[in-house]
């Protein structure tokens, strides 16, 4: 499926990877572990490059259970990426009375002996600023490193970081919503305006929302530009916290008042107003609760909001008013190729960033960054 970032929706032409500067990990603030129905360990990171091997990077922030320093990345200069296993954190068995220690792997080592995947790496590639890592777990070890204890995370995942292109404003109407619930009255609009939290991912007609608030909650869109709409299913898993009493946190259509006892004042799909230049999403009457009890979502990491605005670097791509559904009825395809960011040419799409090359029957050709 055809991912596109706000900020690069379409290539004319195709460009040689290189090994990214400093500056360019700098920039790159935002890890997402996936996005869709569930998202977990969404962040803010930091990546900088490491003071004693050359080529190998330190990224601090990859993870919410990561407890130790920083995760060790290289990147080659094609933009080929690798992570070597690593220890990444601990905790305390109370059953067996003994330290378990947390080590990042490779999906397809997680059923493995401690001592039989040392030699296994994630991979992953850079390109135009972002990095997409193929899937990885974290698996529990004991002491001795001989016994696989299981993983931390119940499916296996995939991460992207990126540049943030999203500005988040977001806050509580500025009245009082109710007279037995104190601590809602209060007076904050925009609490968080002017930051760039957030990333937009587009898809024709779906829109990812990713780390939109303070506990990084993402959450999937469907854009309708004919009414200038923004709709989320109701009930969106939009954040999730994996402790030892996982709880999962959705997005509500929350009424006008918010009722203090019923929960049917609360429910419906969420709709938002796209403005007219495209670069504005804006949602009100919604609120980030616990799915198991909506009434009592505030506390324990949910994020209270009634408004929310979000203002994009670029505009929304409209496929059809930008010609892009256009270029196939107009001008016959007669072959599509991708090519990854090592030259590799296919006609299947490779894992990662691809450039999408269309040829034409008038001989004219398109490239599209296409990310897989």
């Given at each position: 499926m055809k991912k596109l970032l706000l900020s690069v929706a379409l290539m004319g032409a195709m460009t040689a990877s290189?090994?990214?500067?400093?500056?360019?990990?700098?920039?790159?603030?935002?890890?997402?572990?996936?996005?869709?129905?569930?998202?977990?360990?969404?962040n803010t990171l930091t990546i900088t490059p490491s003071t004693s091997v050359e080529g190998m990077w330190e990224v601090a922030g990859f993870d919410r259970k990561i407890e130790y320093g920083t995760v060790k990345m290289t990147i080659a200069d094609d933009g080929a990426i690798t992570i070597a296993p690593q220890m990444v954190g601990s905790d305390y068995d109370y059953d067996t009375y003994e330290t378990v220690y947390y080590m990042l792997v490779p999906a397809e080592s997680v059923e493995k002996s401690p001592m039989d995947?040392?030699?296994?790496?994630?991979?992953g590639t850079y390109a135009d600023g972002v990095i997409t890592l193929n899937e990885w777990n974290i698996v529990k070890v004991d002491q001795s490193f001989s016994q696989n204890k299981?993983?931390?995370?119940?499916?296996?995942?995939?991460?992207?970081m990126m540049k943030p292109n999203t500005t988040v404003a977001m806050g509580i109407w500025d009245e009082k919503l109710s007279d037995d619930w104190d601590f809602l009255g209060w007076n904050k609009i925009d609490v968080s305006q002017g930051e760039k939290l957030a990333a937009a991912v587009q898809d024709?007609?779906?829109?990812?929302?990713?780390?939109?608030?303070?506990?990084g909650s993402c959450m999937a869109l469907e854009l309708?530009?004919?009414?200038?709409?923004?709709?989320?299913?109701?009930?969106?898993?939009?954040?999730?916290?994996t402790g030892s009493t996982p709880r999962q946190y959705a997005l509500y259509n929350i009424s006008p008042?918010?009722?203090?006892?019923?929960?049917?004042?609360?429910?419906?799909?969420?709709?938002?107003?796209?403005?007219?230049d495209l670069k504005t999403i804006t949602f009100d009457n919604i609120a980030t609760l616990r799915i198991?009890?909506?009434?009592?979502?505030?506390?324990?990491?949910?994020?209270?909001?009634?408004?929310?605005?979000?203002?994009?670097?670029?505009?929304?791509?409209?496929?059809?008013a930008t010609g892009?559904?256009?270029?196939?009825?107009?001008?016959?395809?007669?072959?599509?190729?991708?090519?990854?960011?090592?030259?590799q040419v296919s006609n299947r799409a490779f894992e990662g960033v691809n450039i999408m090359v269309t040829t034409h029957a008038d001989g004219t050709t398109t490239a599209t960054k296409v990310i897989r």
């Open positions: 290189a090994a990214p500067t400093a500056d360019e990990m700098a920039a790159i603030t935002l890890g997402i572990n996936y996005w869709g129905e569930t998202s977990i360990g969404n995947f040392t030699n296994d790496r994630i991979t299981g993983t931390l995370y119940s499916r296996n995942i995939n991460t992207s024709e007609y779906t829109l990812n929302v990713l780390n939109y608030d303070e506990v309708n530009f004919d009414h200038l709409t923004a709709t989320s299913p109701a009930e969106q898993v939009t954040f999730m916290t008042v918010l009722l203090s006892e019923d929960d049917d004042a609360i429910g419906g799909p969420i709709t938002g107003t796209i403005s007219e198991d009890h909506p009434s009592i979502g505030w506390g324990d990491h949910a994020a209270p909001m009634h408004k929310l605005i979000l203002t994009f670097d670029e505009p929304l791509v409209n496929p059809v892009i559904e256009t270029i196939a009825t107009d001008a016959q395809v007669t072959s599509v190729k991708y090519v990854n960011m090592a030259g």
